[in-house]
């Protein structure tokens, strides 16, 4: 993908709630004082201006039942002109939008429905927010974002609580409506795909801020397999989007119940499935992510394989690979699975299958902790220009920068904790362990362009340019 001009980022990307992307130090490294390894929360900005009249051609929405127009008519044009609060609603059914949808720089407010305010979106959703809110079966705002939708300026404050139980075996071919062999939860939207060449849904500008909590209770019967589960700060399951300028904060927790040793003596069919946690998107099929913060921090208790990473949990792609570019991590990842069960984190990556991720100007600076653990990318990844020097431990293999072997590994440097930059060994002439004062001056990092990406941060390491954006 093209270099993303930091201009684009005067947009202030995502208004902008956080100051920059910094976070926990590796061991060996001296702390700074001044900063508590955080992105910064600071209050919004004066609110923007609103229309005060409806522009030709659409149609305004002045309270919850004005949402109806938009049901009736998918593919109008709609505004609101002011706050709407679903505090006396009930049983909310969502809507679908195959039109534009101006949000006006007004609020959502007290949305606590069991589905999302809109179930489907073809279209365009700008300049909305959604405010002490909270999502039962997924994100509040959104379940499917596809084809040509796009999402811009969209900030949500919500807490999300899922409860899943293992499915119920069928032996059927055809499953009822309800059935639903992955669950995809995102703290914007749960599912982005296309569906054809000729569209790719975009999500921008846009924010998360809350806490995401999946609890998943094995039970003893006869059970599905097979099913996965995604958990995403801004997407859950991304199939061909682009993402960027975007920013997410607060948690996710996932916890099983249940002991799956003894179901499995027991002689049940117990489930097999896969959890992906990311602080920006889950699991992807060709994902692009760029000029986006991280801040989620990510625990997860299985007892089955687990895979999560700052910005994407899962790549698993036929094609081309996601593209990573000028995104950072400051979320700590704090995994534990049973020693038989695969258990990966990254601070930018966890794991890539077939096609590998290429990731650019990128940076990590939470701690993280697994079984397999990798300051950038877990499993193999083409990476340039990126660095390291979050607290890593990893109970089976830990690399700086990767764990696997790559093809290709430029310009990458990392805090010298004691680990190897590659834990499966190779030779990577521009690829250079720091110490804590080497990391502070900006000479150390050849190939890395301080003119247009980066800059010297108030913690002396390097951050990306578009994160100083207020």
């Given at each position: 993908m093209k270099k993303v001009i930091s201009i684009l980022l005067s947009v202030t990307i995502v208004f902008m709630l956080f100051a920059g992307c910094t976070s926990s130090n590796s061991e060996g490294e001296t702390p700074n004082d001044e900063s508590d390894n955080k992105l910064v929360t600071e209050e919004l900005p004066a609110e923007p201006a609103h229309k005060t009249e409806v522009p030709d051609g659409y149609v305004g929405i002045y309270s919850v039942d004005d949402f109806e127009y938009i049901r009736t008519t998918p593919k109008g044009n709609y505004i609101l002109m002011s706050d709407i609060d679903f505090s006396n609603t009930k049983d909310w059914d969502g809507i679908k939008v195959e039109g534009n949808v101006d949000g006006n720089n007004y609020s959502i407010k007290n949305y606590n429905q069991n589905e999302a305010l809109f179930y489907k979106c073809s279209g365009s959703i700008k300049d909305l927010t959604m405010s002490n809110s909270s999502g039962k079966n997924g994100s509040p705002f959104c379940n499917e974002i596809y084809n040509s939708g796009t999402f811009t300026n969209i900030k949500i404050n919500a807490d999300i609580i899922v409860?899943?139980?293992?499915?119920?075996?069928?032996?059927?071919?055809?499953?009822?409506?309800?059935?639903?062999?992955?669950?995809?939860?995102?703290?914007?939207?749960?599912?982005?795909?296309?569906?054809?060449?000729?569209?790719?849904?975009?999500?921008?500008?846009?924010?998360?801020?809350?806490?995401?909590?999946?609890?998943?209770?094995?039970?003893?019967?006869?059970?599905?397999?097979?099913?996965?589960?995604?958990?995403?700060?801004?997407?859950?399951?991304?199939?061909?989007?682009?993402?960027?300028?975007?920013?997410?904060?607060?948690?996710?927790?996932?916890?099983?119940?249940?002991?799956?040793?003894?179901?499995?003596?027991?002689?049940?069919?117990?489930?097999?499935?896969q959890v992906y946690l990311g602080g920006i998107v889950a699991d992807t099929t060709v994902s692009k992510v760029y000029n986006t913060a991280n801040n989620i921090d990510i625990k997860a208790t299985t007892n089955c394989a687990v895979y999560a990473g700052g910005i994407i949990g899962n790549s698993d792609v036929i094609g081309d690979g996601p593209q990573i570019a000028q995104c950072c991590n400051s979320g700590d990842i704090e995994l534990k699975s049973r020693d038989t069960d695969v258990c990966q984190a990254g601070g930018i990556c966890a794991r890539a299958d077939s096609y590998l991720p290429v990731i650019t100007d990128c940076y990590n600076s939470g701690s993280i902790a697994a079984q397999e653990v990798a300051g950038i990318s877990v499993n193999s990844a083409v990476i340039s220009k990126c660095y390291n020097k979050g607290k890593l431990s990893g109970s089976k293999a830990t690399g700086s920068l990767l764990v696997n072997k790559s093809e290709s590994v430029e310009y990458s440097y990392y805090l010298d904790a004691g680990f190897p930059a590659i834990y499966d060994g190779g030779k990577y002439p521009t690829v250079k362990a720091l110490s804590s004062e080497a990391m502070q001056n900006q000479e150390s990092y050849e190939g890395f362009d301080f003119e247009d990406v980066w800059t010297m941060g108030t913690d002396n390491y390097p951050t990306l340019s578009h994160t100083l954006t207020q």
């Open positions: 409860e899943l139980t293992t499915m119920k075996y069928e032996d059927v071919i055809m499953h009822s409506s309800d059935y639903e062999p992955s669950v995809c939860i995102g703290g914007i939207v749960d599912t982005a795909y296309r569906g054809s060449d000729d569209y790719e849904p975009n999500i921008a500008s846009c924010s998360f801020k809350g806490d995401i909590t999946v609890n998943y209770k094995q039970i003893q019967e006869r059970s599905q397999t097979e099913q996965d589960v995604s958990v995403g700060g801004i997407v859950g399951y991304s199939n061909h989007c682009n993402v960027s300028n975007c920013i997410a904060a607060g948690n996710i927790t996932y916890k099983e119940q249940g002991n799956k040793a003894i179901i499995e003596e027991n002689g049940y069919n117990t489930i097999f499935h």
